[in-house]
């Protein structure tokens, strides 16, 4: 079963916890959800506007 999420955010949320910060993910490509892997820097250069598909490997299609 696939499902489309959309998510605009590009980059991670930062929580503290006891004093350190935690990164949570916000563009939902992270493959260490709920946590940040850094994968979000690939979002940079995505137009406004714009629906994008990314498959399993990371790899983006411009949808809409």
């Given at each position: 079963m696939?499902?489309?999420?959309e998510?605009?955010?590009k980059?991670?949320?930062e929580?503290?916890?006891g004093?350190?910060s935690?990164?949570?993910?916000m563009?939902?490509?992270?493959?260490?959800?709920p946590?940040?892997d850094?994968?979000?820097?690939?979002t940079?250069?995505?137009?406004?506007?714009?629906?994008?598909?990314?498959d399993k490997?990371?790899?983006?299609?411009?949808?809409?």
């Amino acid at each position: 079963m696939a499902r489309i999420v959309e998510k605009a955010d590009k980059g991670p949320l930062e929580v503290k916890v006891g004093g350190e910060s935690r990164w949570i993910c916000m563009c939902g490509l992270s493959k260490n959800q709920p946590f940040c892997d850094g994968v979000h820097k690939q979002t940079a250069d995505e137009k406004a506007g714009k629906l994008y598909k990314y498959d399993k490997d990371g790899k983006r299609t411009e949808v809409g």
